[in-house]
């Protein structure tokens, strides 16, 4: 992006410096539409700018987070400049929705984006500026907690990640000792999680009262934007995947443990090959993992190879394990450069390539949607930024060929993903809705956690998996989610996408090229346009009825039958 309002040798470094360009734009009049349309142009050029400092920031943390002078970077931005630009970024809402010639923006995309400046106005509360700059504070610490965590196994110490390989051994007792290993390690963080987690609970309560809500999850559903459903619609999931998902997961663990010959089927034995084959390995390197991934995309659609060639390029992919690194995977949007930043953890398992073809989804929308007008047309509800890369990990493996050139071994990656694709959905519905649970009660002990916890585990986990004598285990599992400490509520949308992603595979099996190219005009759209429109326009429906679930899972199992 050319800079036209923001100098082109400036650098976001301090408040004192940042602040002139928002004086402008706060004290520049208004006269016109098009001064209107130039204005705001110019506030997204800024906003571009500043969004682009603090992901780097962000970025450079998580890949080392030991360095402290990159936790100091994020935290002063955190702590000195984001309190600041809050009070003058609801000022310049204010001035946006209070000029007269608002009416007169009639290109696509406007009214989506006024709601949502509306809602942004309404929500605002000045008390709650320095809540959430220790929200955020608090919030990083989740991930200098798990980037610490190891294990020493056969003399080597080895992150998390790595350490989760050897649940795939064929030897049993391999897999129960580093389970083990791995579970005390975490214990020793349980109760520095739930304190931190308690605290969380404890101060988005009280943003949530400060801004006129009984609850923090009444007042996240509409920080979070969700004008196309409500929260019983969210509690209609649950059931839905209750009723159509759960009893798959249960009947897969029945023949798992047949084939296994086990009588005593434990969590060490959930990951292991089936058939007793060692895990697949679809690369060495990430090296590898890349060029295959860019002959995987061109055989889709050759644009989608030529995003991850750009980003290797512009040395925009972090990939490999290490520690010190920050746990999971993401695909970070730069808005003024406009070539994303994927992140994750690779140690050259199947899981791995699942996780890379999924950023690179989120990777493609970036660059579908980079020439619209402003950064908020780029901005994407988590509805149908997860769309995007759910359903590239279905199609992608259309042609994963690329990665096993063993056609058995293809078949067990294609069916590893759809018993993914299965087990994914009662763990969204039971950390979503553990999440209500929790902040219903906000007062709860973490006796009463782990109550709802395992409720849950009952209503959406599998009764085959024998947890005897691990019960401590079972109470923490969910300090695992990093979504619960980082991002509250941001997880039902992988649901609702894992909906969409099987609809768009299904649609991608029956007619590719046009299933590709409603992919593409969907994704072209980024937030112009509703939630129900996009997935329109992707082909799909926006639904999660049970009886639209039951059909997916249907198709699901029959795809599966079919490997």
Known sequence: ??????????????????????????????????????????????GAVVSENMAWRYIKMTCDTANAELRNSFNDFVQNIEP????????????????????????????????????AIELFREKNIPLNTQLQELEQQFGEINGAQSIEYNGEKITMQKASVYLKDLNRKVREEVYYKIQERRGQDENALNEL???????????????????????????????????QDCLNFHESVKQHAVPLIIEHDKKRK???????????????????????????????????????FNKIDPFFGECIKTMQKLNRLDLESRIGKAPGGYQYPL???????????????????????????????????????????????????????????????????IFFTDKEELKRAKRQQLEGVIDALPWIAAVDKFQHLLYLKPEHTVAERYEMWNGLMKDFGSPVIN????????????????????????YIEYGFAQLGAIAMWRQYKKDPKQAI???????????????????????????????????????????????
Not at 262 to 291: C, H, M, N
Not at 469 to 488: A, D, S
């Open 84 to 119: 600041q630009m809050a009070p003058i970024g609801n000022e310049l809402n204010k001035k946006l929705i209070g000029t007269p010639f608002t009416s007169q923006l009639t290109k696509q995309g406007y009214d989506i984006y006024l709601r949502s400046v509306k809602n």
């Open 335 to 401: 808005y003024e450069t406009d070539v994303p930043f994927i992140f994750m953890n690779s140690v050259g398992l199947h899981r791995d390539l699942v996780t890379m073809v999924h950023e690179g989804g989120h990777a493609i929308h970036s660059f579908l949607d980079k020439d619209l007008d402003l950064v908020e047309f780029k901005s994407p509800t988590s509805e149908v930024a997860e769309l995007a890369s759910m359903s590239m990990e279905l199609i992608s493996m259309e042609h994963w060929d």
């Open 197 to 231: 987690f308690t605290k969380l609970i404890q101060l988005r309560q009280q943003v949530a009262v400060n801004t006129g809500f009984k609850n923090y999850r009444d007042y996240k559903h509409q920080s979070l934007g969700r004008f196309d459903y409500t929260v």
């Open 1 to 46: 992006m050319q800079r036209h309002f923001v100098k082109p040798d400036f650098n976001v470094t301090t408040w004192e410096l940042l602040k002139p360009y928002f004086d402008e734009l706060e004290s520049r009049k208004i006269n016109s539409i098009a001064d209107l349309e130039k204005w705001l142009k110019d506030s997204s050029e800024l």
């Open 517 to 563: 190219t409603n992919y593409k005009k969907a994704l072209g759209l980024g937030y112009t346009k509703s939630i129900p429109e996009i997935y329109e326009a992707a082909g799909i429906k926006f639904d999660f009825s049970p009886a639209y679930v039951k059909e997916l899972m249907n198709f699901v199992k029959e795809e599966y039958e079919k490997v």
């Open 258 to 296: 047949q084939k296994l010959k086990l009588e005593d089927y434990r969590p060490w034995d959930t990951a292991v090959d089936e058939e007793g084959k060692p895990p697949l390995k679809p690369f060495a390197s990430a090296q590898e993992l890349i060029e295959k991934t860019i002959t995987c």
């Open 467 to 490: 947890n005897a004598g691990l019960e401590n285990f079972v109470n923490r599992r969910w300090q695992v989610q990093l979504h619960l400490y980082e991002v509250p509520f941001y």
